[in-house]
């Protein structure tokens, strides 16, 4: 199925969607690394309120290339990091909304599978597509904590069909990655069993 996903992003639609469904993004998206992710969780468990919302909108795993162009911000490019670096980060704020849905590169661990169920999507955008990525930000909205850097900062940006992005990881437990890893074991195996 394709699906064309507007923010504030619904729980019900979140829940709608399934491993392998297209999805193309509108509206606001914050982009949040490593970095930005420590930082929200200090905010949590020092029981201070977020300066922005993780949940309705989209949180994108990217560091992005910021230019100032006539007083206003305009990103160049926009390609996703590698999500697995942030697998110890995810489960712990998941654990402090009610709902998220993330994009990102190279999948996330079964630890974020569970932690997503009945919560979030983790959807899988191309890497080293950076300028492309780029085309669909019409406008930086903002930022927050750019003593971080450019990177690490959190950029807001207002979208129009972002994608294509791939559910990798469904709001029911289902991953790409858990099926590939079982058919590259099962295929690494009868290769084997002959010998």
């Not at 990103?75 to 990091?81: D, K, L, N, Q, R």
């Not at 999948?107 to 599978?113: D, I, P």
Request: with cysteine; hydrophobic share 40%.
């Amino acid at each position: 199925m394709e699906y064309n996903l507007r923010t504030p992003v619904k729980k019900e639609e979140i829940l709608r969607l399934k491993v392998r469904d297209v999805v193309y993004i509108s509206g606001k998206v914050i982009t949040a690394r490593d970095e930005a992710h420590l930082r929200m969780l200090e905010y949590f468990d020092n029981n201070k309120p977020l300066p922005f919302r993780v949940e309705d909108v989209v949180v994108y795993h990217c560091g992005p290339i910021i230019i100032e162009d006539e007083g206003k911000f305009r990103a160049i490019s926009a390609g996703p990091t590698t999500s697995a670096r942030l697998n110890p980060l995810v489960p712990k704020i998941l654990k402090k909304v009610e709902s998220m849905v993330m994009i990102g590169k190279g999948g996330m661990s079964g630890e974020v599978a569970d932690a997503l169920k009945e919560k979030g999507v983790y959807l899988a955008y191309t890497g080293g597509a950076g300028a492309l990525a780029a085309r669909a930000i019409k406008e930086v909205k903002g930022v927050y904590w750019q003593d971080l850097g450019m990177p690490e900062a959190v950029w807001v940006f207002e979208v129009e069909r972002f994608g294509p992005c791939i559910v990798a990881i469904d709001a029911h437990g289902n991953s790409i990655y858990a099926e590939v890893e079982k058919r590259v074991e099962e295929n690494f195996r009868s290769i084997l069993s002959p010998l």
